[in-house]
T-cell receptor, first 113, second 116 residues
């Protein structure tokens, strides 16, 4: 079945640590890839997106993600996190056959001061 | 408008009552999506529209749920005979198209529904 998997459900790390969140999807055709963030009490916001071209995309707030087609992955990274990065992060995939935007289960990230 | 607008932002209703949730997408966006986010849960797809038609309504959890879109713009999600398990945040999103043509999907702030 077509799906989107996020490997970590809960991540706790200290400020200045590096962050990497995994995302894999199961679909062999053309995909549009997204990472959304939801800060506590707020609505979903787009962090970054990949449609085509350079597989390394940069988003807001120092986040970046790399699309590796051979691994069906779109991992999110940030070299040095801040307390304000505490949030839930969702990977999402759109394909030419799904129509809808399919979300992963989300990863809750807690950054301690 | 500037963004996806949803109303009401908060709704408390008694079990068994019907509720209507409204979504006003970004002007010109032809695709419209409804999702549900329950406490501690991820984002659950409900239905999406391309124009006024709904190519995929596979996520509607029961026949108590229905949605319509008129004029290719505003959409209404209706929940009949609400149950406590319907309590959730109902999110609406829109985009220029529904294919993989590089269209960003923008979300509204959600309608918080509490069934008591």
């Amino acid at each position: 079945a077509q799906s989107v998997s996020q490997h970590n459900h809960h991540v706790i790390l200290s400020e200045a640590a590096s962050l990497e969140l995994g995302c894999n999807y199961s679909y062999g055709g053309t995909v549009n890839l997204f990472w959304y963030v939801q800060y506590p009490g707020q609505h979903l916001q787009l962090l970054l997106k990949y449609f085509s071209g350079d597989p390394l995309v940069k988003g807001i707030k120092g986040f970046e993600a790399e699309f590796i087609k051979s691994k069906f992955s779109f991992n999110l990274r940030k070299p040095s996190v801040q307390w304000s990065d505490t949030a839930e992060y969702f990977c999402a995939v759109k394909t030419d056959s799904w129509g809808k935007l399919q979300f992963g289960a989300g990863t809750q990230v807690v950054v301690t001061p | 408008g500037a963004g996806v607008s949803q109303s009401p932002s908060n709704k408390v209703t008694e079990k068994g009552k019907d509720v209507e949730l409204r979504c006003d997408p970004i002007s010109g966006h032809t695709a419209l999506y409804w999702y549900r986010q329950s406490l501690g849960q991820g984002l659950e797809f409900l239905i999406y529209f391309q124009g006024n038609s709904a190519p995929d309504k596979s996520g509607l959890p029961s026949d108590r749920f229905s949605a319509e879109r008129t004029g290719g713009s505003v959409s209404t999600l209706t929940i009949q005979r609400t149950q406590q398990e319907d309590s959730a945040v109902y999110l609406c999103a829109s985009s220029f198209g529904s294919g993989v043509s590089g269209n960003t999907i923008y979300f509204g702030e959600g309608s918080w529904l509490t069934v008591v």
